[in-house]
């Protein structure tokens, strides 16, 4: 019995070992067998959006949300979620991962895994453009109503420019898009927003780019903390995306421009 006893944890080891190095099936690194499940904020464009249809999700970071899905053998699924509460979906299992323009910080690689950047961003500056004000560096947004996004880069940014002394008036709101309609209708001087997310805007005669930050911020895929499987199996998708030209036809088909310098 002894004898028996101890082949069963030998092999019981032995097959351990191999299960350490077999290749990572789907449903092992994900919460749902056979999809991956994307938590995203659906109202930034042109990150991620409904279509006209008001349901169908839309967007470079829906775009790419399927193709790394499906070079994983995985099915995407897109899980929409307010901003000030992305990351705390992430830690409680409520989807894989986050794509949804979420910038890699110091302090957010302390909590949770960042993939390798899939774009690189900067701020602008945007005014509407019947108004006259046209500010050529962040210093001349002393003393006006500045609007943008709470929680975001934007925020960090404007928040960093008070720091240093900028005086400013400051209208947060949960939403960019309510950012741009408080601009529309002259309630505000300017909005702070990724210049990438000033794309989706830029053809509206309502509103004109003033200036553009150096790109300065790069958007990662945020996975749970210790989930390294998936971290290594995303990082491989982005490897091959840009290699076979994935990822510049992406970067044309959502902004228009190649944005694959943005990441050197």
């Known amino acids: 019995m002894k004898r028996i006893a101890v082949v069963a944890v030998f092999c019981t080891a032995l097959l ?33 959006y409904y279509a006209a249809d008001g349901k169908t999700p839309a967007g470079f970071d829906v775009e790419l949300g399927k193709t790394v899905a499906s070079k994983l053998g995985l099915e995407a699924e897109f899980v929409d979620t307010a901003w000030d509460g992305i990351f705390a979906g992430l830690d409680t299992k409520k989807y894989d991962c986050i794509m949804a323009a979420a910038t890699i910080t110091p302090e957010r690689l302390e ?17 509407n453009a019947s ?66 997310v000033f794309s989706s805007y830029a053809d509206d005669p309502a509103y004109l780019s003033t200036w553009v930050g150096n790109a300065d911020e790069y958007f990662g895929v945020a996975i749970r903390k210790g989930n390294t499987a998936l971290l290594e199996k995303i990082d491989g998708a982005i490897d091959e995306l840009i290699a076979d030209g994935t990822m510049k036809n992406l970067y044309l088909k959502v902004f228009g421009a190649d944005l694959t310098d943005t990441l050197k």
């Open 131 to 196: 108004s006259g004000f046209k500010p050529a560096s962040p210093a001349d947004l002393a003393g006006k109503t500045v609007a943008y996004q709470a929680e975001t880069t934007s925020d960090l940014f404007m928040e960093k420019l008070s720091r240093n002394g900028l005086e400013f008036a400051p209208a947060e709101f949960d939403k960019v898009i309510n950012a741009f309609d408080e601009l529309k209708f002259g309630r505000c001087d300017a909005v702070v927003c990724d210049a990438l």
């Open 111 to 127: 909590s949770m895994e960042f993939s390798k950047p899939y774009v690189g961003n900067g701020q602008t500056i945007v005014v």
């Open 16 to 48: 351990s070992l191999v299960g350490c190095q077999k290749k990572v099936e789907p449903g092992e690194f994900t919460v749902e067998k056979g999809k991956l499940k994307i938590g995203m904020e659906i109202g930034y464009p042109p990150m991620e």
